[in-house]
């Protein structure tokens, strides 16, 4: 599965943004996908994660509320919708997948990795 991000920018705080992330392949369908980001300086951290069909969503709890994860495999992409966003979820965004039936939440779960999209939220 290769990976790409996008929709990533500039942004005020309170705003909303929606990133992708379009795969190839024929497994996306049958990839959890999880979205990480990665601020200057930090870990790469744990964002949203989404199983298979979609049916389980599990977010870290700085975003959850206010970032939903949904997918469309018919299209082999997913997505991260942002709202209310503060400054301090300005990162390089990355998606990720893994062909496995469990929804990791850690960085070592996932074998797939996107080139990351920027977002960033001014005050």
């Known amino acids: 599965v290769q990976l790409q991000a996008s929709g990533g920018g500039l942004v005020q705080a309170g705003d909303s943004l929606r990133i992708s992330c379009a795969a190839s392949?024929?497994?996306?369908?049958?990839?959890?996908v999880g979205w990480f980001r990665q601020a200057p300086g930090k870990e790469r951290e744990f964002v949203s994660a989404?199983?298979?069909?979609?049916?389980?969503?599990y977010y870290a709890d700085s975003v959850r509320g206010r970032f939903t994860i949904s997918r469309d495999n018919a299209k082999n992409t997913a997505y991260l919708q942002m709202s209310s966003l503060k400054p301090e979820d300005t990162a390089v965004y990355y998606c990720?997948?893994?062909?496995?039936?469990?929804?990791?939440?850690?960085?070592?779960?996932?074998?797939?990795w996107g080139q990351g999209t920027q977002v960033t939220v001014s005050s």
């Open positions: 989404s199983s298979t069909g979609g049916a389980r969503t």
């Open positions: 392949g024929r497994t996306f369908g049958r990839s959890t």
């Open positions: 990720a997948a893994a062909s496995s039936m469990a929804v990791p939440t850690s960085r070592s779960g996932y074998l797939y």
